[in-house]
């Protein structure tokens, strides 16, 4: 079921911290989050530092927030099978921790071309061959899986999926037929300039495999690859449009506000900047 906007459901939202830029002791921005009307958050494994993750989830249970997701995965093309194997295990830790936080699912941004390597394809088997096996372990510890396609400016650093098809087409060859264990995260800032986009969403939905639905939005121009993603209503990303038909094809879990901006937002009061999302959010999404 679509809902035509998010007015009164921010219940429905989620707050990743990072959009907060990480400077508070996690208990803090859980509060503010709760506090801001939020119904879920996204914590990242940096967050736990310093933390044992039964205080942390001590202070989930006080904050009333359920976890929609828990960031997210070491890379793990490498150029070595040493690092491959380091890389699995602490994915495998990873893995454990979100079981640990009662995460709905654990976010896999895979990785892109390992040392100085040239060969995309041997990364993308290096990431088949690493998520057959995270699959076992997250089958053992009941925690979904959600692999991310980032946008292909970050095909060499970041990951080597690029788009939902192939996310996709990696969870139909691990895992044939319909979800059990793995889905895809849809993040729109990576992938709302594909023009497989609602298709894909489709095929997605069809096999119940959405798993998250990240929101932000694309500045025009962007200062920086990484660093510069926009507050939603900010950017030229048809966001309505995107959560309805991710809605649409059978999505009902969290929409996760997730901005990374170090030079505007992360300068800001958190409280401010969680009122400014809780406002476009329900006005542009
Ligand atoms: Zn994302």
Redesign the pocket.
Known sequence: MSFSTLENRLDRCSI?TAPLGHRLPIEQPLELIARAGFGYVAPWRKDMQGRTLSQVRRHLHDSGLKVNAYCRSTFIPSATRQAFDTAIADNRKAIEEAAELQAQCF?LVVGGLPGDSRDLPAARAQVAEGLAMLLEHAKQHDVALAL?PLHPMYAADRSCLSTLEQALDLCEALEPGSYRQLGV?V?V??CWWDPRLHEQIHRAGAQNRIL?L?LSDWLVPTRDLLLDRGMMGDGVIDLRGIRQQVETAGYDGAV?V?IFSRDNWWKRDETEVLQRCAERLQRCC
């Open positions: 990743n976010i991310e995260a993040d800032y990576h998250g990240h996760e997730e």
